[in-house]
């Protein structure tokens, strides 16, 4: 079965910095490229950021380029989403997600809730 | 960026009645249009890719059809279940954008 499971979520405030991790089982994650996608309570998703299987490619929203930072360890099967420097505007539930087709997310973690206030 | 606007914002039906969501496009995204839904408290779930390709699981009562700029996911015959927020999602280009979902209400 796969399982897709976010942590590192929490109550920041402005300015401040957090990391969340996704832990993936289930699938070969080497294999695969993974995605962070957010929604702010009670909007729409937004997809955040995405690597490639092996680390060496990344791409960012624009609205969290410069601040936000993707990678991955494949030994762990776990990728990674450092934010820096963030923002009222940040706040959301955070997915990661995946699927074999580049921009497909079949798969979807339960999501990490980040509040960022004074 | 591609803007997907998604119409009607809110679609109130009755258990059995069929469902036609839209999906417009600011500009081609080819085939590259998924479809996805979410329930409340809920992660969203894959329902169609490109275009029309049902993911593994999904009823049959959802289609998916359209090219280019206009797309449309069609729910035949509505069940309990079947209500909840609808959202297109284009992989064309980066960044990989979502329309702004379609929320599908009991009647």
């Known amino acids: 079965e796969v399982q897709l499971v976010e942590s590192g979520g929490g109550l920041v405030q402005p300015g401040g910095s957090l990391r969340l991790s996704c832990a993936a089982s289930?699938?070969?994650?080497?294999?695969?490229?993974m995605h962070w996608v957010r929604q702010a309570p009670g909007k729409g998703l937004v997809w955040v950021s995405r690597?490639?299987?092996?680390?060496?490619?990344?791409a960012y929203a624009d609205s969290v380029k410069g601040r936000f930072t993707i990678s991955r360890d494949n030994a762990k099967n776990t990728v990674y989403l450092e934010m820096n420097n963030l923002r009222a505007e940040d706040t959301a539930v955070y997915y990661c997600?995946?699927?074999?087709?580049?921009?497909?997310?079949?798969?979807w973690g339960q999501g990490t809730l980040v509040t960022v206030s004074s | 960026e591609i803007v997907l606007t998604q119409s009607p914002a809110t679609l109130s039906l009755s258990p059995g009645e069929r469902a036609t969501l839209s999906c417009r496009a600011s500009?081609?995204?080819?085939?590259?249009l998924a479809w996805y839904q979410q329930k409340p408290g809920q992660a969203p779930r894959l329902l169609i890719y490109d275009t029309s390709n049902r993911a593994t699981g999904i009823p049959a009562r959802f289609s998916g059809s359209g090219s280019g700029t206009d797309f449309t996911l069609t729910v035949s015959s509505l069940e309990p279940e079947d209500f909840a927020v609808y959202y297109c999602?284009?992989?064309?280009?980066?960044?990989?954008?979502f329309g702004q979902g379609t929320k599908l209400e009991i009647k």
């Open positions: 690597i490639s299987s092996d680390g060496s490619r990344t």
């Open positions: 997600a995946s699927g074999e087709k580049i921009g497909v997310n079949v798969y």
């Open positions: 500009q081609s995204v080819s085939n590259y």
């Open positions: 999602q284009q992989r064309s280009d980066w960044p990989y954008t």
């Open positions: 289930g699938f070969t994650f080497s294999s695969y490229w």
